[in-house]
């Protein structure tokens, strides 16, 4: 459980994190303290969403923030309790309704 967002952040830069996994709404949270703060996660290379629905708006705001990571939608249904699919998003490849769970890992 993360209980302070602020410092979630801050520490991804600190112990200059290269790659997580987490859910869109955390994902969320994470952009706007980095535009809040006017702060990038310079560090980051692989961001991997998986758990939730992934907003296109979202996913636009987070590449506009880290244009050069790469951002990856996991799906995997809940019975299965792993993932088993993967959709790389890039600025070029999604439209404004949804964003596809992809093809099988």
């Known amino acids: 459980v993360i209980k302070d967002p602020t410092i979630f952040v801050e520490q991804i830069n600190t112990c200059k994190i290269t790659r997580i996994v987490l859910v869109p709404s955390l994902l969320q949270t994470i952009v706007d303290i980095c535009n809040l703060k ?26 506009r923030l880290c244009p050069s990571t790469k951002l990856i939608n996991i799906y995997g249904s809940t019975e299965f309790c792993a993932d088993a699919t993967y959709y790389e998003v890039t600025r070029d490849n999604f439209n404004s309704t949804y964003i596809p769970i992809g093809k099988p890992i």
């Open 38 to 63: 006017n702060n990038t996660l310079k560090y980051l290379k692989i961001c991997n969403v998986t758990g939730e629905a992934f907003p296109t708006a979202l996913a636009k705001r987070f590449l």
